[in-house]
C-alpha cells in the first residue's frame, strides 16, 4: 500500500470549526433563554441575578462547544504529521 504525503497546515479541522460554532449558537441561546427566563418565568419585576444569567450562559456554550465538537467527524483529508516543533494538523495531497 503506497503511503500519502501530508504536510502541515493552520487550516482549521472540521472539529475546530464545529466547536466555534457551538460556542456561537451557546452564547446566543444563552441570552435567548435568560431573556425568556426573565420575561416569562420569574417575571420582569423579579429578574434572575447576573451571576445566574452568566452561569446559564456559561453552560450551555460549554455544553454545544463540546456536543458540535464530538459530533463532527474529522476530514477525510485531515491528519496529525510530527514535525520538530510537535504534533501538528495536516493535509493529505
Not at 472540521?14 to 426573565?38: P, Q, Y
Not at 453552560?59 to 510530527?82: H, K, Y
Not at 514535525?83 to 501538528?88: L, N
Amino acid at each position: 500500500m503506497q503511503q500519502q504525503q501530508a504536510a502541515p497546515t493552520n487550516q482549521p479541522t472540521n472539529k475546530t470549526v464545529g466547536a466555534t460554532v457551538g460556542s456561537a449558537l451557546g452564547s446566543a441561546l444563552g441570552i435567548i433563554l435568560n431573556w425568556v427566563l426573565n420575561t416569562y418565568v420569574v417575571g420582569v419585576e423579579h429578574q434572575l441575578p447576573e451571576v445566574v444569567q452568566g452561569a446559564i450562559t456559561v453552560v450551555i456554550t460549554t455544553v454545544l462547544t463540546f456536543v458540535l465538537a464530538w459530533m463532527i467527524p474529522p476530514g477525510e483529508r485531515e491528519t496529525v504529521v510530527l514535525t520538530p516543533q510537535g504534533p501538528k494538523t495536516a493535509m493529505r495531497a
